[in-house]
């Protein structure tokens, strides 16, 4: 089994539409948790950060949930611009080990 | 910003040859760490460096080495390039304390013929 899992997808939705990911890891020591877009053929950048409490950013929703060990990424409104992979990535407590799941792939239809 | 560039976004190199990759941050990050990315394997660690001249083996160092000699830059050395060699190799940096948010650069397409 793989430490983090994500669906790798194509998600093909309509522009305006609200999508959501998953993503489960399973090392219960995991302690930071992030999601990070990446175009295509370009680097990955932080997206945001997800926190115990959940967090929201303009569009973007993470949610964390510790008792079943996974993390989401609800997308509202969705723009053509939000079609990229989505990573998530887990890190452990202590360490310097981030793991990362090999991505959820996203287009967003006009 | 963090910024964090790295030396050349494709490279071309032969067998057998010496290749030295370069990354720069310039945010006074402790953390600096080297990926390789392949389709469907995602991003897996080659070497990360949590002080100058400190150097730990991540996932895969093996055909590899690292430097770090000033805080700001870490290099990746291919001692003798091979052909599954062949990926994009991505830098990043973080600050402490770990596991803090990492920032990347943007990746060097490296072909090995």
């Known amino acids: 089994r793989k430490e983090v899992e994500q669906d790798p997808g194509p998600f093909n939705v309509p522009e305006g539409a609200t999508v959501a990911f998953n993503c489960t890891y399973s090392?219960?020591?995991?302690?930071?948790f992030f999601w990070y877009r990446q175009d295509c053929r370009k680097e990955p950048k932080l997206l945001m950060s997800?926190?115990?409490s959940g967090n929201e950013d303009g569009r973007f929703t993470a949610q964390l949930n510790r008792a079943s060990q996974y993390i989401s990424l609800l997308i509202r409104d969705s723009k053509l611009s939000d079609s990229a992979t989505y990573l998530c990535?887990?890190?452990?407590?202590?360490?310097?080990?981030?793991?990362f799941g090999t991505g959820t792939r996203l287009k967003v239809l006009a | 910003d963090v910024k964090v560039t790295q030396s050349s976004r494709y490279l071309v190199k032969r067998t057998g040859e010496k290749v030295f990759l370069e990354c720069v941050q310039d945010?006074?990050?402790?953390?600096m760490f080297w990926y390789r990315q392949d389709p469907g394997l995602g991003l897996r660690l080659i070497y990360f460096?949590?002080?100058?001249?400190?150097?730990e083996k991540g996932d895969i160092p093996e055909g590899y080495s690292v430097s770090r000699e000033k805080k700001e830059r870490f290099s990746l050395i291919l001692e003798s390039a091979s052909t599954n060699q062949t990926s994009m190799y991505l830098c990043?940096?973080?600050?402490?304390?770990?596991?803090?948010?990492?920032?990347f650069g943007p990746g060097t397409r490296l072909t090995v013929t």
């Open positions: 945010m006074d990050h402790e953390n």
């Open positions: 090392n219960s020591a995991s302690q930071s």
């Open positions: 990043a940096s973080s600050g402490d304390p770990a596991p803090y948010e990492q920032y």
């Open positions: 990535v887990v890190a452990v407590s202590g360490t310097y080990k981030y793991i």
């Open positions: 460096s949590y002080d100058v001249k400190m150097k």
């Open positions: 997800v926190y115990s």
